[in-house]
């Protein structure tokens, strides 16, 4: 029910930006929680960031937290993740994750797990070169 599309990956110098943006279908996007994870070749899949259904509230990882900021434009059924001073330690391939329709969170714990959602987009690639 729900399709989420990544853009704004690429290659990046260490110590600059990238903004990646995630575009959802449906009507319910203004109304679901939205995170931003990523992979690395050969790791496992982490947490980087989220936003509640009306932005008020934000959550990073630790190694996201003064360098990435998270928002959303509903209007536009985007989610968008800017990254500022970029490490090569960022490389990985970056998606966006919605939970399912009626499934609020009620926790702040639900941000961060996985878990928790269970629409994915296909990934959008970040290189970032030292």
């Known amino acids: 029910q729900v399709q989420l599309l990544e853009s704004g990956g690429g290659l990046v110098q260490a110590g600059g930006s990238l903004r990646l943006a995630c575009a959802a279908s449906?009507?319910?996007?203004?109304?679901?929680?939205m995170g931003w994870f990523r992979q690395a070749p050969g790791k496992e899949r982490e947490f980087v960031a989220a936003?509640?259904?009306?932005?008020?509230?934000?959550y990073y990882a630790d190694s996201a937290k003064g360098r990435f900021t998270v928002s959303r434009d509903n209007a536009k059924f985007t989610v968008y993740l800017q990254m500022n001073n970029l490490k090569p330690e960022d490389t990985a391939v970056y998606y966006c994750?919605?939970?399912?329709?009626?499934?609020?969170?009620?926790?702040?714990?639900?941000?961060?797990?996985?878990?928790?959602?269970?629409?994915w987009g296909q990934g959008t690639q970040v290189t970032v070169s030292s």
């Open positions: 994750a919605a939970p399912g329709p009626g499934r609020g969170f009620i926790s702040s714990r639900d941000y961060y797990t996985a878990r928790s959602y269970i629409f």
């Open positions: 449906g009507r319910t996007f203004s109304s679901s929680a």
């Open positions: 936003i509640a259904w009306n932005a008020r509230n934000t």
